[in-house]
């Protein structure tokens, strides 16, 4: 971070982007998302026993993405219950792995940290389909579904007119090729007009 703009041999532009590096990477904001998700958690634990305390209660846990499993707690079996709930002993602890939201949402910031750089070097390269599948948003896929179908468009729109480039270079070579044989007949009449005339001189 040490340098200025007006001061240091570098540009402004790119003290600008060590700016930006240096705020995203220590930015407190998800951080705290972390801490918020934690104390719904905690409380979610702390009053899932008054929640749940009914003998015989089904419920839905999520194991993975539209995943569920039917889990039944306070199960009485012969006398003995089975996943009582009614005073659990647990603790939360977040899974700060690659695959959760704050983790995602960290990736996507850097990933569109990139990208900026990358557009300020070459627009062209810059991969917008993979960049809105990354981000952290829902209806993502349907925007890579778009994304797709524009390019698919624009491809076929390109592949119609570079056909009809073709045509029309085809065509015109062919009225080209009439232009010069219609030329070849006219110079093959005035040389035969000469050579009558000639010969009735003669």
């Known amino acids: 971070m040490r340098g200025e703009s007006a001061r240091s041999g570098e540009s402004g532009v790119l003290f ?49 993405k539209n995943i569920y499993q039917e889990v039944i707690v306070n199960l009485n079996m012969a006398g003995k219950v089975i996943n009582e709930v009614s005073n659990p002993s647990v603790f939360v602890e977040l899974d700060e792995g690659e ?5 995602k949402e960290d990736d996507f910031n850097s990933m569109l940290a ?4 990358i557009a300020g070097i070459n627009p062209q390269l810059v991969d917008i389909e993979s960049l809105v599948a990354n981000a952290p948003i829902q209806g993502a896929d349907k925007m890579v579904e778009y994304i797709q179908q524009v390019k698919e468009s624009q491809a076929g729109a390109a592949e119609q007119q ?16 009439r232009d010069m044989v ?4 006219k110079l093959k009449l005035e040389s035969e007009k000469v050579k009558a005339a000639g010969a009735a001189k003669a």
């Not at 982007?17 to 407190?28: C, L, M």
């Not at 990139?114 to 750089?117: A, C, F, R, V």
Request: hydrophobic share 35%; charged share 30%.
């Open 16 to 64: 600008q982007r060590k700016v930006q590096r240096a705020a995203a990477a220590i930015n407190p904001y998800f951080h705290n998302i972390s801490k918020l998700r934690k104390a719904l958690a905690e409380d979610f634990i702390d009053n899932f026993a008054y929640v749940y305390a009914e003998d015989d209660r089904v419920i839905n846990i999520k194991q993975t």
């Open 99 to 103: 695959d959760n939201i704050t983790q």
């Open 114 to 117: 990139l990208i900026n750089i």
């Open 162 to 177: 570079r056909q009809i480039d073709t045509t029309k270079g085809v065509l015109d070579n062919l009225k080209t090729e």
């Open 182 to 185: 219609t030329d070849q007949e």
